[in-house]
């Protein structure tokens, strides 16, 4: 595959993953901030926010096994999460933190423990998305070219 | 209340080349340090990244382990600090600075939240922060920070800092802060 056949994979691949809200306007954001003198960027605050992300998901499972439940310890990591995934433009994440964060000021076990497991899967969808996304980036990068932004 | 321009005019830090903005940057996010300090990076300032009230305070010397403070050792042209943080929060920051009876209380302090909130919007602006930050934080906002303060340098006037905007208005919030306005 040519430069032009892997760029249009990454636009239409970024412009989908904008349409069904897993990214906002911060990602945009973010790529703004990269340069020559910052080629990486953007890959290395999505790793740091991968890095987090199970970080903080593993941390909340733990606080939701406790007895009893310590809501205000989850919030804490809760909304920790919220914070970092609205840095790095993870829509979907970010919402589920805010509801996430309603069941944890209302004591509701139940609603927490939902909201765990879509975090757990609205996370591990965003990963596998940014990966192939990242993966098109290499490849253009490889072949010389240069990545589309969407602006 | 001094402005931000009185500062970067009479006190330079010690390494920095003239003109050039030192900014400490305080966060507990591994992620949102990074952003901030590229955002500031690629606004031309030179950045120091700190994890913690308490870290900030001993990079500026006032832990409590230094009692006599001169204009050699005011190392920063600007704070930003987010507002949650465990242990000693940004405000609580904030109100230790503009405590100092010295030219620390006069290093400008900009807040950073997730959160809109309306009191909390007002009590920090009341206790003297330059300004306060939606997060996430985006290049303008940092460049209309970094460009007020440099413009506030070269001519030496004063601008209420409290008339610029930096976070969603609704009607009711900007009535709120020209209230504020008006008692200072």
């Not at chain 2, 300090?37 to 900030?56: D, F, G, N, P, Q």
């Not at chain 2, 006599?68 to 600090?81: A, P």
């Amino acid at each position: 595959m040519d430069v032009i056949q892997w760029q249009r994979q990454h636009r239409d691949h970024q412009a989908s993953m904008f349409r069904e809200g897993f990214l906002d306007d911060q990602f945009i954001q973010l790529q703004k901030l990269q340069d020559e003198t910052s080629p990486d960027f953007v890959i290395e605050v999505i790793t740091m926010f991968f890095a987090d992300s199970e970080n903080l998901i593993n941390n909340m499972k733990q606080a939701l096994e406790q007895t009893p439940v310590d809501f205000r310890q989850v919030d804490a990591h809760v909304h920790q999460y919220k914070g970092s995934s609205a840095s790095v433009g993870a829509a979907r994440v970010k919402n589920v933190c805010v509801t996430f964060r309603n069941f944890c000021d209302a004591q509701n076990l139940e609603g927490c423990a939902r909201c765990l497991q879509q975090l757990q899967h609205e996370y591990s969808l965003l990963k596998s998305n940014l990966q192939h996304l990242f993966g098109l980036q290499q490849q253009i990068q490889a072949a010389g070219g240069s990545i589309p932004t969407i602006e | 209340m001094a402005a931000a321009g009185d500062v970067l005019r009479q006190i330079l830090p010690e390494d920095g080349a003239a003109g050039e903005l030192h900014v400490l940057a305080v966060g507990d996010s591994h992620v949102d340090r990074k952003v901030i300090e590229r955002l500031l990076k690629i606004s031309s300032c030179k950045v120091t990244v700190v994890e913690s009230e308490t870290r900030a305070l001993q990079f500026l010397g006032l832990d409590g382990e230094n009692c006599s403070i001169d204009f050699d050792s005011l190392k920063v042209n600007l704070i930003m600090t987010d507002y949650s943080m465990p242990g000693m929060t940004g405000y609580e920051l904030l109100k230790k600075i503009k405590q100092e009876s010295s030219l620390f209380r006069e290093i400008p302090v900009v807040i950073m939240s997730s959160e809109n909130i309306l009191t909390r919007i007002a009590s920090c602006l009341e206790e003297g922060a330059e300004d306060f930050l939606l997060k996430p934080v985006k290049l303008s906002d940092v460049k209309r920070l970094t460009d007020f303060m440099r413009d506030e340098g070269m001519k030496g006037e004063k601008i209420c800092p409290k008339r610029r905007r930096s976070y969603d208005c609704t009607p009711s919030l900007s009535t709120a802060f020209s209230l504020i306005s008006h008692q200072s």
